[in-house]
């Protein structure tokens, strides 16, 4: 497998546009989770999904954020409309089923530029 | 969430035994103990997890307290690449029963040559 699969690698955007960024899982793998990395914040989870359905959106910040996972194979991570302080590095993650037993596998990320 | 708490950075010498230390006294029965670590400009990577025995990998070792309440990461011989931002973690019970990670602000180890 090609591993997590996250596109574009780096997107620069103009103010109050939309940016869509897309995630590829790892096949059988039922947990998707979507992060967020700034330096100052870290690595704040946004949201996840198991089985295609959200299970915990707490972490998304304003309802500018939104994601979907239409199927098992593929997940979006909506921003409408974008804002400066939008910029960040986003990671997509996958896993197995397993409880705690299982790792989780990040993709390369995308780089987020708002201007 | 259960929370970690880990030294902000630490310095070690090439080819030397690293410890790195979590704290997570909060820890529940069921959570695991997972280990991630990011390499610059690239995503969080696995490492170790483990429960409640100690746990070895061919990248590292886990040594986990009796009491659970803290675990050291042990790199056995540390080289360049093994510089990152160390993550410890607790995969913990979120809503309906799934299970989530959710990050600290990782240990920053530096190796010197």
């Known amino acids: 497998d090609a591993g997590v699969i996250q596109s574009p690698r780096h997107e620069v955007t103009e103010m109050g546009q939309e940016v869509t960024l897309r995630c590829k899982p790892i096949s059988g793998h039922d947990y998707l989770f979507w992060y967020r990395q700034t330096m100052m914040r870290g690595l704040e989870l946004l949201i996840y999904f198991n089985n295609n359905v959200p299970i915990d959106d707490s972490g998304m910040p304003e309802d500018r954020f939104s994601a979907k996972m239409p199927n098992a194979s593929f997940s979006t991570l909506k921003i409408q409309p974008s804002e400066p302080r939008d910029s960040a590095v986003y990671f997509c993650?996958?896993?197995?089923?397993?409880?705690?037993?299982?790792?989780?596998?990040f993709g390369q990320g995308t780089r987020l530029t708002v201007v | 969430d259960a929370k970690t708490t880990q030294p902000n950075s630490m310095e070690s010498n090439e080819e030397e035994p690293v410890h790195l230390p979590c704290n997570h006294s909060t820890i529940s029965g069921t959570d695991y103990i997972h280990w991630y670590r990011q390499l610059p400009s690239q995503g969080p990577e696995y490492v170790i997890h483990g429960l409640t025995s100690n746990v070895n990998n061919r990248m590292a070792s886990l040594a986990i307290a009796e009491d659970r309440k803290s675990s050291t990461l042990i790199l056995h011989r540390a080289t360049l690449r093994d510089a990152a931002v160390y993550y410890c973690?607790?995969?913990?019970?979120?809503?309906?029963?799934?299970?989530?990670?959710?990050f600290g602000q990782g240990t920053r180890l530096t190796i010197n040559p």
């Open positions: 973690i607790l995969r913990i019970w979120g809503i309906q029963g799934a299970q989530k990670l959710v």
């Open positions: 993650a996958s896993s197995l089923p397993q409880g705690g037993r299982t790792e989780a596998f």
